[in-house]
């Protein structure tokens, strides 16, 4: 079975671009969730999607914004990127809203200079 | 608000030494435990969790015990490997907010 797949999983932005990411959860998985992860620090919950509607944000500017499509695959995206933006993000997907059995994929690493 | 602070690191030890990495919660609530582990180059892997007060996880000879009392879930193992060298990180969920709430990770590495 394939597990959490990202794509890219490396890409270079300038200040003031727009970043599309996406996340394919595993088969059977209805909930998505989105994770950025600065160097050196733990990841910070941005958004979860269930369902195709949006269950849960996190601390982060409207520059931010995901969907969740009816296969359950999910985008995230960042507008007008920041130097601060630069990270790892990590799409974890589960059976449902509760996370007991969230599963990461390997991460997209965000470079924008 | 909900908060998982670990040990600070890097931890560096000998093949089959003991290990703890401590750590502590604070949460309203209460929270299920995890223990996720991330190896170079890779994604966050679930290690093992708790659900409720006094229950242990365990995996791979790694354990941990949900203690209500003094709000910790300290990861032990007896001896560890050099496989064993990633990066560890507590985490919580309340089931309020539909989110994991991540410790800052620690280090560790093990040398043959």
């Known amino acids: 079975d394939a597990g959490v797949t990202q794509s890219p999983t490396h890409l270079i932005k300038t200040r003031g671009q727009h970043v599309t990411l996406r996340c394919s959860p595993i088969s059977g998985h209805k909930s998505v969730s989105w994770y950025q992860q600065v160097l050196g620090q733990g990841p910070q919950f941005i958004f979860q999607?269930?369902?195709?509607?949006?269950?849960g944000r996190g601390n982060f500017p409207d520059r931010f914004s995901a969907r969740q499509f009816p296969n359950y695959s999910s985008e995230l995206n960042v507008n007008a990127l920041l130097l601060g933006d630069s990270a790892l993000y990590l799409c974890a997907s589960s059976w449902d809203r509760v996370l007991a059995e969230a599963f990461f994929g390997q991460g997209t690493r965000l470079t924008v200079v | 608000g909900d908060s998982v602070t670990q040990m600070e690191g890097p931890v560096t030890l000998s093949e089959e030494a003991f290990l703890t990495i401590n750590c502590t919660y604070t949460?309203?609530?209460?929270?299920?435990l995890f223990w996720y582990v991330q190896y170079p180059g890779e994604g966050l892997q679930l290690l093992l969790k708790?659900?409720?007060?006094?229950d242990k996880g365990s995996n791979k000879g790694f354990e941990a015990t949900y203690r209500k009392e003094t709000t910790s879930f300290h990861l032990e193992k007896g001896s560890v490997q050099v496989s064993d060298s990633a990066v560890y990180f507590c985490a919580l969920d309340t089931g309020a907010n539909s989110k994991l709430t991540f410790g800052k990770g620690i280090t560790l590495s093990v040398r043959p």
């Open positions: 999607y269930y369902e195709k509607e949006e269950r």
């Open positions: 708790a659900t409720k007060a006094d």
């Open positions: 949460a309203t609530g209460y929270p299920s």
